[in-house]
C-alpha cells in the first residue's frame, strides 16, 4: 500500500515539473527582449531575419503553452468590456427582415450569437495588427466579450484599437505573375517566403498590390503564412454577403456555404462565369485570409468555399465573411485602466505577506507538532508547487484575490493535517502505540476531511464557474488548491509520517508530543 | 507533555450556551443600528457605477488643497486619502453618467494645471449596467452556494443539521456585516470574495464538529443528548482553535504587511474566520441539542 502511495505522488509531482516549466522559462529565462518580439505587428514580424523569426516562433509557442498568466490587477494594462449594441442590432435585423418585428424577435438570440463570434474574430484580428504584447480576448457570460490588453495605459488608445469595424473585400490573385515567380522564391504553399529578398531580385507590376496571406493557427490567432500578389482592383465587398455558414461537401469535410444579397448575386454571377479556374482572394483588413479557386458560374447568390479545411479554419472563415455583413457597433459597457505602478507595488506587498504568512504557519507547526509539523511544512509546499502547476494547466490568470486565495489555501490545507494529528493524540491518550493510533487517527479523520473538503470544492466550483472577474479568479485558485489539499493530506502527509515512524524508527526525536 | 491548549477541554460550554448567543445578539444588534445610522454600506464603483482616479501629488500640499481644486471644476466633491495622508495619495471618484468620459478629462487637466507633479496611478470606470449585474451575480452565487451545502449537509448528516449549519453561517454573514459597517470599509469585488470564503469557511468549520456529534451520537438516549454534544465539543475545540489560529496567521500577515487594496478584504476574512469557529462551536451545536432532543423524546414515546 505504502509503495503504491509513494508511486502516485512520484508520478503527480513529475507531472507538476512538467507543466510548470514553461511559467518558470516564461519569466525567469527568456531575456525581456525576446517577450518584446511578441508585440510587434504581424507586418513587423514579417521583415525580422530568419534566426529572429525562429525565435519568434519558438517564444510565440512558449507563450501558448502552459504558462500562468498574470492578471492586470498585477502588471497594469486596460480591461474591456463590450457586447453588441441593442439599439443597433435591432436596427439592423429590422433592415434584414424587411421590418418584420415579430422575426426581429424570434431570431434575435440566434443573431446576437452569431454577431458575437464574428466581433471575436474581427477583435483577433485587430489586436493581432495593432501589435499588444498578448491581448486576452475572452468569450464572457451572456453575449459579452472581455477584452484585456496588457501594458497599454491610455484609454483612448485602447478604444481605437477595437472599435474600428472590419473591412471586407474580394480581390483577383494574379495568377499569371505568381506562376512565373522563381521556385526559389515561394514556400510548399506557393506563397512568398521572403518579400525582402523577393522584392531585391523582382519588380512587381504597377496595378498590382502585395498582400500578406493569414490562416487561423489552433490558438484561434491569425498567423502569416507568406505573401501573395492581388490585382488592386476590388471586384465586389463584404455588404453584399448577407450571411455565411459551415456547411458540409459531400465527403463529409467541413466547408464555407455563404449567400448574397439580390444585387450581390447579380455581380457575383458575371464574376464567377467570367473567371472560372481563377483565384479570388478574401481580403479582411488587408489581409488575405483565403484564396479559393472559382470553379463554376454561381447563380442565385448562394456559393460554396471548398479546399482542405480544419474545422477552426472554416469557422473563421465564417466569421471573416460575415463581417463583411457587420454592421452591428460594439457597445462598451465597462472600461478600467490600471497603473501598473499599483500593480508593481501590489504584487511586491501582496506576495511578501503571503510569504510573511506562510512561513508564520509552518513555524507554528514544526514548534507544536514536532516532527509531524515538519512532514506538514514539506507537504505545504508540495501544495503550493502543485497549486501553481494546476493553475498553469488550466490556464488560469493569476490576481490579487487570487494571491490571497492562495495563502488562504495554505491555512486550510493545514487544518486536514490538524484534524489529523489531533486524532492521533487522542489515540495515544486512549492508550495505544504511536502505530496503532496512527492507523486509527487517519482513517478516522480521513471521513472528516472528505466532507470538509467536498463543501469548499461546492462553493469554489461556483465561484469560478458562474463568478465575474476577481471573484472568478478567487474562486479557481481557491477550487485548484483545495483539491490539491485533499491530495496532499491524504497521500503525502501520510505516506511521510508513516515512512518517519515505521522505516526511520525514530529514536530521538519526538513524533507528535 | 506539553499542550497548552488542554485547559479549554474542561469547560462546561453546554451550559453556558445562553451566554454566547446572547453576545453573538448584542454584536449583530449593533450591526442593525449601525445599518441604520450610516444609511446602508459604503458602495464602491463596483456596485454604484463610477469613475475612480487614483492619483499621487508630489507637491507640498494637503487634501484641501486638492479637495478645493476638484470643487472648482464642479464635477465631483468626493476625494480621499488612500494609504498614509504623508504619501499624499488620493481617491477622486466621479459619478457616472453620458458625460463622464469629458469630465474625467476635465479633472485630469484640473490637477495637471494646479500642482507641479501629477502621476496617475490608476483610472477605473465602471458603468451602472454592470455593476447592477454584478450585485445579481454575486446574490444569486451566494443563494447558490449556500443551497448546494445545506444539501449535502442534508444528505451526509441529518436535516435538522442542516438547519443548524444554515443558522450558524448566517450569524457568521451578520457578524462579517457588522464589522464591515464598523470600520467603514467599502464594498468592493475583494469584499465580496471575502463573504463568499467565509460561506465555505463557516460550513467547513461546523461539518468539523457535526462529524464528532454525528460520531458519538450512536445509540444515545434523549437525556444523554446535552451530555453527548458537550463531550464533542471538547474534543474538537483543540483543532479548531489550531486551525483558525494557523489560518489568522496568513491572513494577520496581509494586514499587517499586505497591499491597500486588500486590506478590507483581510479584516472582513479574519471576522469570518474568528465567527466562524466560535458559531460552529457555540451557535450551531446547541440547535442540534434542542432540536435533536425533541426528535429522541417523540420516538422514545412511540416505542
Do not use: C
Amino acid at each position: 500500500m505504502d509503495w503504491i502511495r509513494l508511486f502516485v505522488i512520484v508520478v503527480v509531482l513529475a507531472l507538476g515539473v512538467v507543466i510548470i516549466r514553461p511559467t518558470y522559462e516564461w519569466y525567469f529565462v527568456v531575456p525581456k527582449e525576446d517577450k518584446e518580439l511578441l508585440s510587434l505587428p504581424m507586418e513587423e514580424v514579417s521583415k525580422l531575419s530568419p534566426e529572429l523569426k525562429k525565435k519568434y516562433n519558438e517564444i510565440k509557442k512558449l507563450r501558448n503553452s502552459t504558462v500562468l498568466n498574470m492578471g492586470l490587477d498585477l502588471r497594469g494594462g486596460i480591461y474591456i468590456t463590450l457586447e453588441p449594441d441593442p439599439v443597433d442590432m435591432t436596427n439592423f435585423l429590422l433592415d434584414r427582415f424587411e421590418g418584420d418585428m415579430e422575426k426581429v424577435v424570434s431570431e434575435y438570440e440566434k443573431e446576437l450569437e452569431s454577431q458575437v463570434s464574428i466581433s471575436l474574430e474581427i477583435l483577433r484580428n485587430r489586436l493581432d495588427q495593432f501589435g499588444v504584447a498578448d491581448p486576452v480576448i475572452r468569450r464572457e457570460s451572456g453575449y459579452r466579450i472581455s477584452v484585456e490588453l496588457p501594458g497599454i495605459s491610455s484609454i483612448a488608445q485602447a478604444r481605437e484599437a477595437i472599435s474600428k469595424a472590419g473591412k471586407l473585400e474580394f480581390k483577383f490573385v494574379d495568377d499569371e505573375y505568381m506562376n512565373s515567380i522563381d521556385r526559389k522564391y515561394l514556400n510548399n504553399e506557393g506563397l512568398i517566403s521572403d518579400l525582402t529578398l523577393f522584392l531585391k531580385d523582382n519588380v512587381v507590376p504597377s496595378d498590382d498590390e502585395i498582400y500578406g496571406y493569414y490562416e487561423t493557427d489552433e490558438f484561434g490567432v491569425p498567423v502569416l503564412k507568406g505573401f501573395i500578389i492581388l490585382k488592386k482592383e476590388v471586384v465586389l465587398d463584404g455588404s453584399y454577403i448577407s450571411d455565411a455558414r459551415v456547411g458540409q461537401d459531400q465527403f463529409g469535410r467541413p466547408v464555407v456555404d455563404f449567400s448574397l444579397t439580390l444585387e450581390g448575386a447579380d455581380i457575383f454571377a458575371e464574376i464567377t462565369r467570367n473567371n472560372v479556374g481563377r483565384r479570388l482572394a478574401i481580403v479582411l483588413d488587408g489581409r488575405v485570409r483565403s484564396a479559393p479557386v472559382i470553379q463554376t458560374e454561381i447563380l442565385g447568390g448562394r456559393g460554396q468555399i471548398t479546399g482542405v479545411f480544419t474545422l477552426e479554419e472554416v469557422n473563421s472563415l465564417v466569421s471573416v465573411l460575415k463581417s463583411g455583413a457587420l454592421s452591428v457597433k460594439l457597445k462598451e459597457i465597462e472600461i478600467r485602466a490600471i497603473g501598473p505602478s499599483l500593480g508593481a507595488d501590489s504584487i511586491s506587498l501582496g506576495t511578501r505577506a503571503a510569504l510573511i504568512g506562510i512561513l508564520l504557519v509552518f513555524a507554528f507547526a514544526i514548534f507544536y507538532y514536532k516532527t509531524f509539523g515538519f512532514i506538514t511544512t514539506i507537504s505545504l509546499i508540495l501544495n503550493l508547487f502543485l497549486t501553481l502547476a494546476g493553475l498553469a494547466l488550466f490556464r488560469a490568470t493569476l490576481t490579487l484575490p487570487g494571491i490571497a486565495g492562495l495563502a488562504l489555501t495554505i491555512g486550510m490545507a493545514i487544518d486536514a493535517n490538524v484534524l489529523q494529528f489531533e486524532r492521533i493524540k487522542e489515540e495515544i491518550r486512549n492508550g495505544k502505540d504511536l502505530v496503532t493510533a496512527m492507523k486509527v487517527g487517519f482513517d478516522k479523520a480521513f471521513v472528516t476531511i472528505i466532507d470538509t473538503h467536498v463543501t469548499v470544492i461546492i462553493s469554489s466550483f461556483i465561484l469560478s464557474t458562474y463568478g465575474y472577474g476577481p471573484i472568478k479568479g478567487f474562486g479557481t485558485t481557491l477550487l485548484v488548491g483545495i483539491i490539491v489539499s485533499l491530495f496532499t493530506s491524504i497521500f503525502v502527509v501520510r505516506f511521510l509520517a508513516d515512512f518517519v515512524v515505521q522505516k526511520l524508527r525514530l529514536r530521538f526525536l519526538p513524533a507528535l508530543v | 507533555m506539553f499542550n497548552f491548549l488542554e485547559p479549554l477541554r474542561n469547560i462546561d460550554f453546554v451550559k453556558r450556551r445562553f451566554y454566547f448567543i446572547g453576545l453573538s445578539s448584542v454584536v449583530v444588534l449593533i450591526g442593525i443600528v449601525l445599518f441604520f445610522v450610516k444609511g446602508g454600506f459604503r458602495q464602491s464603483i463596483d456596485f454604484a457605477g463610477g469613475t475612480r482616479l487614483e492619483v499621487k501629488i508630489n507637491d507640498n500640499i494637503g487634501i484641501e488643497d486638492v479637495r478645493r481644486v476638484i470643487v472648482s471644476t464642479g464635477v465631483t466633491k468626493n476625494v480621499t486619502y488612500v494609504g498614509d495622508p504623508k504619501d499624499n495619495i488620493f481617491l477622486i471618484s466621479i459619478g457616472v453618467d453620458e458625460e463622464y468620459v469629458h469630465k474625467v478629462e476635465t479633472v485630469k487637466k484640473a490637477l495637471q494645471d494646479n500642482f507641479r507633479e501629477v502621476i496617475i496611478r490608476s483610472e477605473n470606470t465602471v458603468g451602472p449596467r454592470l455593476s447592477q449585474e454584478f450585485f445579481r451575480n454575486a446574490m444569486i452565487l451566494s443563494l447558490v452556494v449556500g443551497a448546494l451545502i445545506l444539501i449535502y449537509i442534508g444528505i451526509r448528516f441529518d436535516f435538522i443539521f442542516g438547519l443548524g449549519a444554515i443558522v450558524a453561517l448566517i450569524h457568521d454573514l451578520l457578524i462579517a456585516f457588522t464589522v464591515i459597517l464598523l470600520f467603514d470599509i467599502e464594498m468592493d469585488i475583494s469584499i465580496i470574495a471575502a463573504i463568499l470564503t467565509i460561506l465555505g469557511y463557516s460550513v467547513t468549520d461546523t461539518v468539523v464538529v457535526y462529524d464528532r456529534i454525528r460520531e458519538n451520537f450512536e445509540a444515545v438516549k434523549s437525556s444523554e443528548v446535552e451530555y453527548v454534544v458537550n463531550k464533542s465539543i471538547r474534543q474538537v475545540i483543540v483543532r479548531s482553535v489550531l486551525t483558525s489560529f494557523t489560518t489568522l496567521l496568513v491572513v494577520l500577515a496581509f494586514i499587517a504587511w499586505g497591499p491597500e487594496t486588500l486590506k478590507g478584504f483581510a479584516i472582513v476574512l479574519l471576522t469570518g474566520i474568528i465567527s466562524g469557529t466560535y458559531s460552529s462551536l457555540f451557535i450551531a451545536s446547541p440547535i442540534v441539542i434542542e432540536l435533536e432532543k425533541q426528535k429522541l423524546i417523540k420516538q422514545e414515546q412511540s416505542i
